[in-house]
């Protein structure tokens, strides 16, 4: 069992920057694929960012690509959501996510493949 904690949401103006963190604790030393997925008020749950099982590829939604980063410190065991030029759109509340499935690429890109959750951060962008 993994429990995942986020943490770093808040209130941001657009064009504003936060930084979402992931802290990971149980046993940590399984093969996870990690990732972040973000809920809007009446919308489902989608894909934002995840890490490659060895955490040295990332890969991104469209909607954020070019603004987010995604990455991880294991001697911290904690990954990371560097959000920059937030925009209103990416108003939602922000989960991590873990699963030791493997499985196709595509369906990382879907919610239900995974696992573990964290009880969510809200992330609030200001026009």
């Known amino acids: 069992q993994v429990q995942l904690a986020e943490s770093g949401g808040g209130l941001v103006q657009a064009g504003g920057s936060l930084r979402l963190s992931c802290a990971a604790s149980?046993?940590?030393?399984?093969?996870?694929?990690m990732g972040w997925f973000r809920q809007a008020l009446g919308k489902e749950r989608e894909f934002v960012a995840r890490l490659s099982r060895s955490g040295s590829i990332t890969y991104y939604a469209d909607s954020v690509k070019g603004r987010f980063t995604i990455s991880r410190d294991n001697t911290k065991n904690t990954m990371y959501l560097q959000m920059n030029s937030l925009k209103p759109g990416d108003t939602a509340v922000y989960y991590c996510?873990?699963?030791?499935?493997?499985?196709?690429?595509?369906?990382?890109?879907?919610?239900?493949?995974?696992?573990?959750w964290g009880q969510g951060t809200q992330v609030t962008v200001s026009a």
């Open positions: 996510a873990a699963t030791a499935v493997i499985t196709a690429a595509y369906n990382l890109l879907r919610p239900a493949t995974y696992d573990y």
């Open positions: 149980g046993r940590t030393n399984g093969n996870y694929v």
